[in-house]
């Protein structure tokens, strides 16, 4: 919406700074963070009086959970928020990656908090049934799959890249929407899987946001494309302004939810950043990427496919608890620890996405 004001611009004035997209990203950024600090307290508040119990907590979980008990949920309500306010106010609404981007992670957010109000309403676990959620969520990748083909390269349409072989391309042809339906409900589910713990999701979303931010940017110009040896992608290095809008929202809501957390994400929240994610991997061609900067996600949706498969096999488990962050609870690793030991692996593996750039 401020790109606007590159109208009143002569071309060396203060207006004409809206026409770089670092500039709006700094502002989203911005933007979003204060809008985390100014509604995060309220907002906070309207959860915990019309919630009562707040979230429902697992009575087969870690026996530290039930202190949490009272805490109340769709604090995703305040990233999503954010992320819209500031995309909205500061990027391009022209650019068709940005629109699919927001599309994707709005749907995920309305899917979230209709499961996150049902758990809220019937103060148990069972929110929107698993198959309704996969129906609507694999509906609305569809879309975004389609969205993101119309409008990717003619050279690039309907093909898969692949980190370092980056002269490789698979041609999925019409298996490509399936291919990004996947992509983008399995981040958005592994995400979810992963916000167990105070703080644990947030961060390494973050971080993968950070670094699909530069890879937006960078798959988005021609010269770094040339000097990096990867594909160019037009016109996506607009989403760096959602990155950065998510990562200052993200911020804002990490005050609030840092251990012990005055509000959980909840699925309103966790499903809508997963998704988002995937959005922005499909668009920028870099979905095989997105398992190496999200591998902590992986790993996390990984440890409850092969504890329920081996269960059902065996009757044994292969882990003590699933997913794997309550495994190391049980162990007797503190919330605190394993929530910082994760943030580092998530962190160095988004060093080793980000590496693939180059490596030739």
Do not use: C
Not at 21 to 37: E, H, W
């Amino acid at each position: 919406m401020l790109y606007l004001l590159t109208l009143l611009s002569d071309g060396g004035d203060f207006f004409n700074l809206f026409r770089y997209i670092t500039f709006r990203a700094g502002g989203a950024f911005l933007t979003s963070l204060l809008f985390g600090f100014l509604f995060g307290p309220p907002l906070i508040n309207v959860l915990r009086r019309t919630q009562g119990k707040g979230q429902p907590i697992r009575t087969d979980g870690p026996e530290g959970h039930f202190v949490k008990a009272g805490t109340p949920t769709m604090g995703g309500l305040l990233i999503v928020g954010a992320v819209m306010t500031s995309t909205v106010l500061w990027a391009r609404l022209d650019n068709p990656y940005v629109l699919m981007v927001l599309f994707v992670t709005l749907g995920f957010a309305l899917i979230g908090f209709a499961d996150d109000y049902a758990k809220v309403r019937k103060q148990n676990t069972d929110g929107v049934s698993g198959k309704l959620r996969l129906l609507i969520g694999f509906t609305i990748a569809a879309l975004a799959g389609w969205w993101a083909a119309m409008y990717h390269p003619e050279n690039l349409t309907g093909q898969l890249a692949f980190p370092v072989y980056n002269e490789m391309l698979l041609n999925l042809g019409i298996l490509f929407v399936p291919f990004a339906m996947i992509v983008i409900v399995g981040a958005a589910n592994a995400v979810n899987l992963t916000d167990g713990l105070d703080g644990l999701a947030i961060m390494p979303v973050m971080i993968a946001a950070g670094a699909f931010g530069v890879i937006a940017y960078a798959v988005g110009r021609t010269d770094f494309t040339e000097y990096l040896g990867v594909h160019y992608v037009p016109d996506t290095g607009e989403i760096l302004i959602f990155t950065m809008g998510l990562i200052g929202g993200g911020l804002g809501f990490l005050w609030y939810n840092a251990p012990p957390a005055a509000v959980f994400m909840g699925d309103t929240g966790s499903l809508a950043l997963g998704g988002g994610l995937g959005a922005i991997a499909v668009a920028t061609k870099h979905e095989i990427v997105l398992s190496i900067v999200g591998g902590l996600f992986v790993v996390e949706a990984l440890s409850v496919i092969v504890q329920v498969l081996y269960f059902k096999r065996t009757g044994r488990r292969v882990f003590l608890m699933a997913p794997i962050h309550h495994h190391y609870e049980k162990k007797g690793w503190s919330e605190p620890q394993i929530v910082i030991r994760f943030w580092i692996i998530s962190l160095i593996l988004a060093m080793i996405g980000l590496a693939t750039l180059k490596l030739r």
